[in-house]
């Protein structure tokens, strides 16, 4: 995850994940050289089915200060020949610059996966 989150402007300076029901997952990074810090706890494990995990940024980019506003990730992994489809839903957000800045976050994290992968000889 610390490898491909985020748009090109995001850089990870840690990753932690307990992906399991009731685990947490925490990231820090800095985007456009300001402090970033989002956390959230995992709903649903099913391997390989299903992933689903609360998401919320904390009001100055530290750990040490209250989450905002939470939402739901839902990830969906579907076999489609040898490939996997992955569908992914994030919300509700509050307002239309919640989600366009979620889709742009979420697009650029899956270009650098998609490039991750391709150059580990892997297929995305």
Do not use: Q
């Not at 689903?52 to 009001?59: E, G, L, R, Y």
């Not at 980019?61 to 489609?80: C, D, M, N, Q, Y």
């Not at 994030?90 to 991750?116: A, I, Q, Y």
């Amino acid at each position: 995850m610390a490898a491909w989150f985020g748009p090109p402007s995001v850089s990870v300076e840690s990753c932690e994940v307990d992906a399991r029901v009731g685990g947490t997952w925490r990231l820090l990074g800095t985007s456009n050289g300001l402090p970033r810090a989002v956390s959230g706890k995992y709903i649903e494990v099913k391997p390989p089915e299903r992933l689903v995990f609360t998401w919320a940024w904390h009001a100055d980019g530290t750990f040490a200060t209250p989450r905002e506003h939470e939402t739901e990730v839902r990830l969906i992994f579907k076999s489609v020949g040898d490939r996997t489809e992955m569908t992914l839903t994030h919300g509700p957000f509050r307002d239309r610059t919640g989600v366009d800045n979620h889709s742009r976050g979420w697009t650029g994290s899956f270009d650098k996966l998609e490039t991750m992968l391709a150059t580990e000889g892997g297929s995305a």
